[in-house]
């Protein structure tokens, strides 16, 4: 891509974001159109695990959309993004101590290559309260959730477990855990673009 071109590509990601932050479902979307296959390219080159690229990358806009407000416009949101990608995917495989993608080896993806190190934006006060309050309201869009939905949440996301492991206490097949897990998502999302605009 031009330098002209991710120019053009960061003003309209910036514009989306605010219209985003603004409470407008549509601009996230739009994000999420955008840089799904990026996103999915980063998760897979990091975790080498085809069965996991789903969950990984909805759960990446889960938690981008989660920390829109902390977004430092002086950076590109592809980059951003990327970071964030990075950081979830990290995390995955320490808690699962997976073999590490070299982080040293450049990833390429439509959007060019990926830079791991983005410098922090200034230290604001105003941001942990930020933080605290969106992981209040993930607190409460989980307890939102009918029960069927939030027990397989909670069981993959608080307490770690692996589809198989979740199968095992819950005795459901691997395969609805998977569909209950993805429509849990999506109500969690509506959920938070209905409550994200308040924060």
């Given at each position: ?14 514009l ?7 409470g ?9 159109r ?18 996991q ?15 829109l ?10 980059s951003?993004?990327?970071?964030i ?8 495989i320490r ?17 060019g ?20 309050q ?16 939030r ?10 477990l ?12 691997v ?25």
């Amino acid at each position: 891509m031009k330098e002209e071109e991710r120019h053009k590509r960061a003003e309209e990601d910036a514009l989306l974001v605010k219209r985003a932050i603004g409470g407008d479902e549509k601009a996230f979307k739009a994000l999420i159109r955008r840089y799904k296959n990026p996103v999915a390219q980063i998760v897979y080159k990091l975790v080498r695990d085809r069965s996991q690229i789903d969950d990984l990358t909805q759960e990446v806009f889960i938690k981008a959309f989660q920390h829109l407000n902390d977004f430092d416009y002086q950076h590109q949101f592809a980059s951003w993004l990327f970071k964030i990608t990075n950081n979830h995917c990290i995390d995955y495989i320490r808690k699962r101590k997976l073999k590490v993608y070299s982080m040293s080896d450049q990833i390429q993806t439509d959007e060019g290559e990926i830079e791991h190190e983005i410098p922090d934006s200034t230290y604001e006060p105003d941001l942990n309260m930020l933080r605290e309050q969106k992981s209040k309201l993930i607190r409460t869009a989980i307890d939102s959730l009918p029960k069927k939905y939030r027990e397989v949440i909670v069981l993959r996301h608080q307490d770690e477990l692996s589809y198989e492991e979740i199968a095992d206490k819950t005795g459901l097949p691997v395969n609805t855990i998977k569909v209950q897990l993805f429509r849990a998502r999506e109500m969690m999302y509506k959920y938070l673009k209905d409550k994200i605009g308040h924060y």
